[in-house]
């Protein structure tokens, strides 16, 4: 019942975000800001995660593969399981890890402090204010940022597969490119696209719904961060199944 | 100036779950006057002052600012209303990315076509009318608290609005930064001819800047009137919370020194 609750105070908070957003210019100043902290504050993590992820694709790979003869396949794995799968997940995770709980911890204590009644009583459409820049921003860095991830995984994995596990370079590739189209990269853009949504709203909803004191914004902080991840695994597989399905290999 | 209150407050009632915050609270708040607000701790009077503005909705009742009902109103109504206000806040609510001058200056990106250099030179002027001049590019984390009150203050005024709330102006304040608030306000009150509401609970400052007091207790104004009429009042509660303050100034009125 409370879930129901949440959910419902939800649904309006993202009808009270639309309308102001759609009454109000685009604060375009803003939005680039937002888009280049959001990016700068989760690339480095982002490279590292994913290169390291990358390289235990391609271990892995090649132990389940390797017994049965197959290790010339570790590059198919990869483009499955990495590309399509891992790295929207992962930059969806780290941004809502970094970027996210900023964004709920910020507009908590902005609640408990009474600046968001103050924009209020400025006549500042605090929706508007606080949300709308956050919101362009992360549409904006998320898609680049997977495919920043991609990149990143695949070059890690090809490492390994050829200078550690001496795998034959042009076969992990062609295995690579077989299994993957360009297509793939629109479609990971169009899941990271759908991810930003839910993490700034998401992140922003905590942040507006604060309790007050200290436990308030870690609660809140806690909760953008818990909803987000869970939110985008779940949206992950309903739109892999809608995306992917059916194309095979 | 047209003489029919302001804001006018009539039988409102606020809960927050099973807490029963305000029971019926009636009164008119005069034009060009300072009204204050009276009561113990945790009675509901920042409830009450954000009623005004819309910040909070009533479970029953209207609160009018002039022809407006800020309880059945529509955004754009609330809008309209908030541009006449400026607001004070406990803590000044002042934004921490931004410095003391950029704060005062920040509803006037908003609200005005001025150029950059304008805004400046009118946040530095306010900044100066609350006795912070030169203090423009300050950090905000680099104020005191009486600093940051003033800041807010001045940020509540750049617009120059009909109205200005005060939500405990001298909370937290040593007692001479806390005089010297009130002095401010008094003063401002004769320079500007705005309307002030303040929300407090010490009576000492009340007595200090207000024309009329009124007393929340228990979810009710159980005494509203000119300062000597309050002083006077026969309600057992408000003689309990008068013999309290046992440096109480006689009742001849407010006690800002002439400028």
Redesign the interface.
Known sequence: MNALAEFGRFGLFVATFARASATHPPPVRRSIEEAYRIGVLSLPILLIISAFVGTNLALQGYNAFAPLGGQRLVGMFVALAGVRELAPMMVASMVAAKAGTEMASQIAVMRI???I??L?????NPHWFLITPRFIGILLVLPPLTVISIFTLTVSSYLVSTLQLGLNGAEFLAYFTDTTEPMDLVYCMIKAFFFGIIICLVSCFYGFNSKSGPNGVGEATNASVVVSAVSCALLNYLMSEILFSGRGL | MSDAPIIRFVDVHKSFGSLSVLKGVSFDIPRGQTTAIIGPSGTGKSVLIKHVVGLLEPDSGHIWVDDVDMAHASESQKLAVRKRFGMLFQGGALFDSLTAGENVAFPLRYHTRMSEAERRAKAEEKLALVELPGLYDRPTSALSGGQRKRVGLARAIVLEPEVVLFDEPNSGLDPMTSDTIDALIGRMKQELGMTFVVITHDIVSCLNIADRIGMLYDGKLIEYGTVDQFLHSNQAIVRDFLKRNADLPPASGPLIPPP
């Open positions: 402090r009474e600046q009644d103050a209020e009583v400025m006549a500042i």
